[in-house]
């Protein structure tokens, strides 16, 4: 399949801002996904764009879209210690049913 | 709502040995996922069911079978366990086409 490509590791300060990205390669993709993972723990959404919006927002999460670089970001906003997980980037795949899904970024937010 | 639930929770398996993962959603759901997890590989898609009565095959089928029991439970089934099915296994399921998906907690397979 196609990948979707993430930066493997990120570390933060605490009340600093955090920023995750992500490209993607199916410009047909109709939705893009944040998930975030916590250690031994499923997959919770985060947050989610619609492909045809540039940017949304929602409390401390700000994700940016740019489909003419099919590129698309995470923003934390004064990041804290209970923010430290995995997160994966995730497009709608060709067949329009399953995700596809980039390795993940870890994120570790120190004190 | 229990959402998206999965059983069991971990298992050790002996090469050759069968096992059956079960899932269950309580939304009202049409369409459910079987994913694998593994370090550094992200989420791969391994069969999908679109709505009852139909099941797919995704990116990494081999050495699974599923079943789309009714609308509320898809299994997924090893026959013969490998070690490379060593994994974790994520069962997800969404409304419909392109909508969200909601994943379960996880099943923690080792096969020895």
């Known amino acids: 399949g196609e990948d979707v490509e993430q930066s493997l590791f990120l570390s933060v300060r605490e009340g600093d801002s955090s920023v995750i990205n992500c490209t993607y390669t199916?410009?047909?993709?109709?939705?893009l996904y944040w998930y975030k993972q916590e250690p031994g723990a499923g997959l919770q959404l985060l947050t989610y764009?619609?492909?045809?919006?540039d940017m949304k927002q929602d409390q401390r999460l700000t994700v940016l879209l740019n489909k003419k670089d099919k590129h698309l970001s995470l923003r934390i906003a004064d990041t804290q210690t209970g923010d430290s997980a995995i997160y994966f980037c995730?497009?709608?795949?060709?067949?329009?049913?399953?995700?596809?899904f980039g390795k993940g970024t870890s994120l570790l937010v120190t004190p | 709502n229990a959402g998206v639930t999965q059983t069991p929770k971990f298992q050790v398996l002996k090469t050759g040995q069968s096992m059956t993962l079960q899932c269950a959603q309580d939304?009202?759901?049409?369409?459910m996922y079987w994913y694998r997890q593994d370090p550094g590989m992200g989420l791969r898609l391994i069969y999908y069911?679109?709505?009852?009565?139909?099941?797919d095959k995704g990116e990494v089928p081999n050495g699974y079978n599923v079943s789309r029991l009714n609308k509320r439970e898809f299994s997924l089934r090893l026959e013969s366990a490998a070690p490379s099915q060593t994994s974790v296994y994520f069962c997800?399921?969404?409304?419909?086409?392109?909508?969200?998906?909601?994943f379960g907690p996880g099943t923690r397979l080792l096969v020895l």
């Open positions: 764009i619609f492909s045809n919006m």
């Open positions: 997800a399921s969404s409304e419909g086409r392109l909508e969200t998906q909601y």
């Open positions: 939304m009202n759901h049409n369409s």
């Open positions: 069911s679109a709505s009852e009565g139909t099941t």
């Open positions: 199916d410009s047909s993709s109709t939705y």
């Open positions: 995730a497009e709608t795949s060709n067949s329009g049913y399953a995700l596809n």
